[in-house]
């Protein structure tokens, strides 16, 4: 779950600062979107670095998602008989990681659909990725799907970072502090990232 | 104190249980939460039915024998033991409810007792030092640097009575373990069997069907003898640590 996790928070840390590329205008924008396709040549071929990077980006969802399912179906199995007496356990963030890991799971197939493939895109323009964005933006359930989902985002990194740390054995009475507060950090510099692509298309500064 | 107990009853450990509910009375705030069991055992004799079973042993908070989740709480609303939990933590007329540990490694014996023998056997399997016997070694003759010897006793302190296995959403057992083995581990005396017991500890931890760690924190919050939850991220550091020096 932790080395997963982190080889996706790192993704997501050059994918944001790649989707701020939009406050520059269509042709920055664009022309970035295309040069993703075209990094790493001429050593490599046309879209071989892409793919490589998908690859990993695949193969860390795929055992984070095996790995959480194996966790859950253990700690369901170590109490079988629940407590009559309910109350609520741990921090939101904490409660959240199972559906909001199954949220951001169902999203990253929405996003791909949306921005990747273009099914679902209203604009749909293979090559004018800024258009595409705008378009997204422009319909209601666009802009719901995305902010939900970086919401759920924001909590999971809040827990998930500094947990990834106490797993590989990073954490210490001492650190601790530094650790959460780095976790804090991190989640809310992502998500206020993110939101602020939806957030400019909303309010016309994106269009 | 007049007050309303819902209290998990269970015939043995095939049976299945019901919270049951009681009313006593004549309650003082000064009596512990084990010597206001006693009083409704008392009544429950007298009235000729069979007394509530619960584990206890010193009533000082040192020998871990205790138990009871109180109200969703793993010893109570009070960071003790249920034996030092005092009713003056109550209010006249609560209704309280009494349930034993609940995790698959824990089954229940009767009513609110628990076997936590599953415990025994991670101990069992590197929860102590190896050393020749004889006359007792001279107290100097193996420094140990301050830091050191405090880390190893606040983990020392763990009484293993299971509040971080009851209070764990997923019946974790990684605080217990994690405490054992950090409290020997930063030892010179524990030094020879540093990796073996790491290795050893928590693979009879995965085997006794405890859950998985999801670093909620609540163990640390319920454990009565202030256990931190950082001794978990000790334990995973030494368990990564003995497998790279581990060839098995």
């Known amino acids: 779950m932790a080395v997963s996790g982190l080889m996706m928070l790192g993704y997501l840390a050059a994918h944001v600062l790649g989707n701020l590329k939009v406050f520059f205008g269509p042709q920055e924008f664009n022309e970035y979107g295309h040069w993703l396709r075209t990094m790493g040549a001429p050593v490599l071929h046309q879209e071989w670095a892409l793919w490589i990077v998908r690859i990993g980006l695949l193969a860390a969802v795929v055992a984070h998602g095996v790995a959480a399912y194996q966790l859950s179906r253990r700690d369901i199995r170590a109490r079988p008989v629940s407590y009559a007496h309910k109350r609520k356990r741990a921090s939101y963030a904490t409660r959240t990681m199972r559906w909001g890991g199954i949220i951001l799971a169902l999203f990253i197939v929405w996003h791909i659909l949306d921005l990747t493939t273009l099914t679902v895109n209203e604009n749909a323009q293979p090559g004018r990725p800024y258009e595409n964005v705008v378009a997204t933006f422009s319909t209601w359930y666009g802009n719901v799907i995305y902010l939900t989902a970086m919401l759920a985002l924001g909590l999971h990194i809040r827990h998930g970072f500094w947990s990834a740390a106490q797993t590989l054995g990073a954490g210490s009475a001492t650190r601790d502090r530094a650790l959460k507060a780095a976790a804090n950090g991190l989640a809310l510099v992502l998500t206020a990232g993110f939101v602020a692509v939806p957030v400019a298309v909303m309010t016309g500064v994106v269009s | ?248």
């Open chain 2, 1 to 248: 104190m007049k007050l309303k107990l819902r209290v998990w009853r269970q015939r043995d450990a095939g049976a299945s249980g019901t919270m049951a509910t009681y009313e006593v009375d004549g309650i003082s705030p000064d009596m512990s939460f084990l010597e206001m069991l006693d009083t409704l055992n008392e009544d429950l004799i007298l009235r000729g039915e069979d007394p509530v079973a619960f584990d206890h042993d010193c009533r000082e908070g040192i020998c871990g024998a205790c138990s009871l989740v109180i109200n969703g709480d793993a010893h109570g609303p009070e960071r003790t033991t249920t034996c030092q939990l005092h009713m003056r933590s109550f209010a006249d007329g609560d209704t309280i409810d009494v349930e034993p540990w609940r995790a698959a490694a824990f089954p229940v014996v009767k009513d609110l007792v628990v076997d936590r023998s599953s415990f025994d056997r991670i101990i069992q399997a590197g929860g102590y030092v190896s050393v020749p016997t004889g006359a007792a070694p001279e107290a100097h003759a193996t420094p140990v640097p301050k830091p050191d010897a405090d880390f190893a006793f606040e983990h020392a302190e763990c009484i293993g009575c299971g509040a971080c296995v009851a209070a764990c959403p997923n019946g974790s057992a990684m605080l217990f373990t994690s405490a054992k083995i950090n409290h020997l581990n930063v030892l010179p005396q524990g030094a020879p069997e540093r990796e073996t017991r790491v290795l050893d500890m928590v693979a009879t931890m995965d085997e006794e069907g405890f859950g998985g760690c999801t670093l909620t924190g609540e163990c640390a919050t319920a454990c009565p003898k202030g256990i931190p939850l950082p001794s978990i991220t000790a334990m995973n550091k030494e368990w990564l640590r003995a497998n790279r020096k581990v060839k098995r």
